[in-house]
């Protein structure tokens, strides 16, 4: 079975992958839109995509498409522990590294690092391919920013380890698929909801979960595209969307939204990769 990851090999995404579907054949891709359409048009069993980081945020672009995409859900869920390296050429040094290449988020997390040994971040696609680009550029005042692993594979060498800000630096991974992976019983599920726009609506949209007991271990708001200056809350409750508790809630939660939609139920990660 293929599963499709957004990145190259070596990337923490591929990581992600190897953690969920040990025996898969990890299918790189050049971006998250396109490991969606690999597991639409079936060419990939399953897709992993970065949900969340614990330093950066969400990764507004998965939420995006798994808020417009009416066959695929989160079936899944994987942590991986992020910690980032800087790389160079072989003999480069770290006092001469002007530039470092790296994902956009990664280059976000290690913002102090780069900051106070003043190298000048430059966004790429992906962790593992800023690597690449290292190795294919020759120059030794640029880095990449990418994991250890990420280095070996591409025979650079490590100019500084845990660059990143905050040591403990995870990332939540979201497997999407529309069938079972067979990753557990569901624990866990995620929804996204407008409300109206009465007084108390928010309240009222919230106050069914409390009330049974779900326990809402996320509410983020994000703005609506298409509709200026409206929002849309994004929530995970740990509990089943099968449960009677979460069933009856989200029936009195219809009657004070706009948009009432679940991304997924699925097994929450239980514990860093």
């Not at 991986?80 to 040094?93: K, Q």
């Not at 929002?231 to 009195?252: I, K, R, T």
Request: proline fraction near 7%; aromatic fraction near 6%; charged fraction near 25%.
């Amino acid at each position: 079975m293929k599963v499709a990851y957004q990145g190259e090999p070596g990337a923490y995404s591929e990581r992600a992958v190897r953690t969920a579907f040990p025996d898969a054949e990890p299918m790189p891709c050049d971006t998250v839109r396109i490991v969606f359409s690999r597991v639409t048009s079936g060419e990939a069993g399953f897709g992993v995509v970065p949900l969340e980081n614990s330093q950066a945020g969400s990764v507004n672009e998965t939420y995006d498409l798994l808020l417009h995409t009416s066959l695929l859900r989160i079936v899944g869920e994987v942590l991986v522990r992020v910690d980032h390296a800087l790389l160079g050429l072989p003999g480069a040094r770290l006092e001469d590294i002007r530039r470092a290449r790296s994902h956009w988020q990664a280059l976000a997390q290690c913002e102090e690092f780069l900051s106070s040994m003043r190298i000048e971040p430059v966004p790429v696609h992906d962790t593992a391919g800023a690597a690449r680009q290292i190795v294919e550029s020759g120059s030794r005042e640029d880095a990449a920013i990418a994991s250890v692993e990420a280095g070996a594979r591409h025979g650079l060498a490590v100019l500084a380890e845990r660059i990143q800000t905050e040591k403990e630096n995870f990332t939540k991974f979201a497997v999407i698929g529309s069938s079972d992976p067979g990753l557990g019983e569901p624990d866990k599920t995620s929804l996204v909801m407008a409300v109206l726009d009465e007084p108390g609506s928010l309240l009222a949209s919230l106050q069914p979960f409390a009330e049974r007991g779900i326990n809402l271990h996320k509410l983020e708001s994000r703005p609506r595209r298409g509709a200026p200056f409206e929002y849309l809350f994004y929530v995970d409750l740990m509990a089943p969307e099968g449960s009677p508790a979460v069933s009856a809630a989200l029936e009195q939660v219809a009657r004070h939204t706009s948009l009432l939609r679940v991304l997924g139920s699925y097994r929450s990660a239980p514990g860093p990769a």
